[in-house]
């Protein structure tokens, strides 16, 4: 009953701090644990875990943002936190202060939570160095972990909310003739770990990366020119979230940082594309039921037909521009402020099978996995690693080829697809921007790109 009291209570004081000259006041309070597991030499090196959380106070006047955070979750130090927020503003609480006991932890969260399996991880390793002689290193990371979350918002509304991650990543290093050669394979979803190993097979994702690893050890040196590009969907959606996914981020458009500022409703990519952000898709790594704001997620259609229609905002965005809130605000944690972010973003599929793309391809790359990359979001340039990628000749996969970059322009990308699969597969990953780090989704179906600039290391095959 305190506790309700005290949340009563700071609803209250942002009310106030609203009448007293404030456009918008809200709370982000946060309990996070986590578990972390880290496997490398055959034994287990190291087993952390750790608690953290505090409040985020965050008041709005016009274009001022004043933001505090404390690593406390207790209503008398947010209340002063209140305080001290409002005096970067010039504002003052004008009620009278009673003195009342403080209702303690905000969130009191209590339940227990689970330490992670281990014993599978000898398992795994044992299995891998037995498949090959050529193995190396094997190195196996699990991480799960929970975060208890409460927004109370200056408009009354209170927002609780729990949001479980769990991950397990491979990476595997051969050696032949003093070659090495890495490969790495990583699950990731917005569940218990439970729910995670009903979905994941960890000695199935530690064999593709083995086999990978062993693949590109005798794979040729990658040709370089402008050819036809077919990008699998098990590539994962890195060129779309990375070349074209942040363009459509509100505070980069308004910024004009954005190539696709004042666009909408033009067409900027091919009519077979569509392009959606939807945060409400159960268990995947970038889902959530409300946003770091309050705001439910949904699903949101950027680009639909290759016609500009929207973009994702947070409240700062919505409230410039006069936009949707999209259910985009999103932050990494109680300590940072909510932007525009990302959630789970993939094209859409389509009508045409993986084998009939390839099979109109006279010479070209096709690409099985995408690598890390940069770009330019102003002007949706990019270069991107392949990890593995194989020649195409005459509509058949042939041989596996290394050292593969792809460099182009994102709109330009998407004005160049042709084909657009039914195999739509997801990817989670890490994002960042502006030092801040979230959970994101990518995906796509294979698309057939018509021409891209492929950067290799071998320039003596005039093929391309």
């Not at 004043?66 to 609480?93: C, F, P």
């Not at 050890?217 to 060129?239: D, F, Q, R, Y």
């Not at 439910?296 to 919505?318: A, F, H, P, V």
């Not at 599929?349 to 690598?371: A, C, H, T, Y």
Request: hydrophobic share 35%; proline share 4%; glycine share 10%.
């Amino acid at each position: 009953m305190n506790k309700e009291l005290g949340i009563s209570r700071l609803v209250c004081i942002l009310n106030e701090a609203c009448r007293n000259g404030a456009d918008y006041s809200d709370l982000f309070i946060e309990k996070k644990r986590s578990h972390n597991v880290f496997f490398e030499n055959s034994t287990i090196e190291e087993i952390s875990s750790s608690t953290q959380g505090g409040t985020g106070t965050r008041i709005i006047v016009d274009e001022n943002i004043a933001y505090t955070h404390i690593t406390e979750r207790s209503e008398d130090h947010i209340t002063k936190s209140i305080n001290e927020t409002l005096n970067k503003l010039g504002l003052q609480r004008s009620a009278k202060k009673v003195s009342l006991p403080d209702s303690g932890d905000i969130l009191n969260c209590n339940t227990p939570f689970p330490s992670p399996d281990t014993e599978f991880l000898h398992d795994i390793d044992s299995r891998i160095r037995t498949g090959s002689k050529l193995v190396k290193q094997v190195t196996l990371g699990h991480n799960i972990s929970e975060r208890d979350i409460m927004i109370i918002r200056s408009d009354n509304r209170v927002i609780r909310e729990t949001r479980n991650f769990t991950t397990f990543t491979v990476q595997i290093i051969v050696e032949k003739d003093g070659i090495l050669q890495t490969a790495t394979e990583s699950e990731a979803f917005s569940t218990g770990p439970e729910v995670f190993w009903s979905f994941v097979n960890p000695l199935s994702t530690a064999k593709t990366a083995l086999e990978r690893a062993v693949m590109m050890l005798e794979a040729e040196k990658c040709p370089a020119g402008n050819i036809p590009v077919v990008l699998g969907g098990s590539a994962g959606g890195t060129m779309i979230h990375e070349a074209c996914g942040h363009g459509l981020e509100a505070d980069i458009m308004q910024k004009d940082f954005s190539v696709y500022n004042n666009r909408i409703g033009t067409m900027v990519a091919s009519p077979l594309v569509t392009l959606v952000d939807d945060g409400s898709i159960k268990d995947l790594y970038g889902s959530y039921i409300h946003d770091d704001e309050g705001n439910r997620s949904r699903r949101n259609i950027l680009i639909e037909n290759g016609i500009l229609k929207g973009q994702l905002t947070d409240y700062m965005s919505s409230k410039r521009g006069g936009l949707t809130l999209s259910g985009n605000g999103r932050r990494s944690s109680y300590s940072s402020f909510p932007q525009p972010r990302m959630s789970n973003t993939f094209l859409m599929p389509g009508e045409s099978e993986q084998k009939d793309i390839i099979g109109q391809v006279e010479f070209g790359l096709f690409v099985k996995k995408m690598g890390g990359g940069e770009v330019n979001p102003t002007s949706g340039d990019f270069v991107f690693k392949v990890t593995e990628g194989y020649i195409i000749q005459k509509g058949c996969i042939k041989a596996p080829v290394k050292g593969a970059l792809l460099t182009g322009n994102g709109p330009q990308v998407l004005m160049n697809i042709t084909k657009v699969g039914k195999d739509l597969s997801f990817s989670a990953g890490v994002c960042g921007k502006s030092g801040q780090n979230i959970p994101v989704t990518d995906g796509q179906p294979t698309i057939l790109i018509k021409s891209l600039t492929v950067g290799g290391q071998d320039i003596r095959n005039e093929s391309f």
